[in-house]
């Protein structure tokens, strides 16, 4: 069964700005802690889910900025029917 919810419908309650040179929409941002070299270090994973048409040129070393912070793009990947878009980021420090 395909989902019926229109892709737009989470952003506004859980969304955050994200801009993109002139680009600025609404993204839902993750940064969990992941542990690495068997839990003897913790690093944050940084990450968002986006409406493909809000950013459809985004790719490898863009810049977002996300809460006043920078981010580099790691890596860009489409979900499912490419409605939708996750992008891995960097914190520029």
């Known amino acids: 069964m395909a ?18 040179g002139d680009f600025s929409d609404l993204v839902i941002f993750n940064s969990p802690d992941i542990d690495a070299l068997s839990g003897r270090v913790t690093s944050t994973h940084y ?4 409406r493909t048409a809000s950013f459809p040129t ?7 900025r996300i809460d006043g912070y920078l981010y580099n793009v ?4 489409k979900i499912g029917d490419g409605v939708m878009t ?3 980021l ?4």
């Open 47 to 50: 990450e968002m889910t986006f």
């Open 3 to 20: 989902f019926q919810e229109p892709v737009g419908a989470f952003f506004p309650d859980f969304g955050v700005a994200a801009t993109v």
């Open 58 to 64: 985004l790719a490898y070393g863009d810049q977002v």
């Open 86 to 88: 996750n992008a891995i």
């Open 90 to 93: 960097q914190r520029v420090q």
């Open 74 to 77: 790691q890596a860009v990947n």
